[in-house]
């Protein structure tokens, strides 16, 4: 079993920076791809930014150059910082870790960006 407990998220000016953390535990952190996803208002979930356990990243092209995913494997947190927040960037943001056929969320976190 693997929990994630998102934070960081909030109202932030068009413009704008916010960091999100994602703390697990519960498991071996480190042999996890991680993930942040998000959702918005009658959207489906889309992946934003990608980690592998390797540190590879990737990035969805609406967030290329804005956003950067990273982990602190002592912590066992995942960040994702986000600038330029632009208000098409508002949604709830989803923590994911995944391996093989297991994958875990956590609760997520809104972040709003207005205009």
């Known amino acids: 079993q693997v929990q994630l407990v998102e934070s960081g998220g909030g109202l932030v000016q068009f413009g704008g920076s916010l960091r999100l953390s994602c703390a697990a535990s519960?498991?071996?952190?480190?042999?996890?791809?991680m993930g942040w996803y998000r959702q918005a208002p009658g959207k489906q979930r889309e992946l934003v930014a990608g980690?592998?356990?390797?540190?590879?990243?990737n990035y969805a092209d609406s967030v290329k150059g804005r956003f950067t995913i990273f982990r602190d494997y002592a912590k066992n947190t995942v960040y994702l910082q986000m600038n330029s927040l632009k208000p098409e960037d508002t949604a709830v943001y989803f923590c994911?870790?995944?391996?093989?056929?297991?994958?875990?969320w956590g609760q997520g976190t809104q972040v709003t960006v207005s205009s």
């Open positions: 519960g498991s071996i952190f480190s042999i996890y791809d």
């Open positions: 980690i592998t356990s390797g540190s590879r990243t």
């Open positions: 994911n870790a995944h391996r093989g056929s297991f994958d875990y």
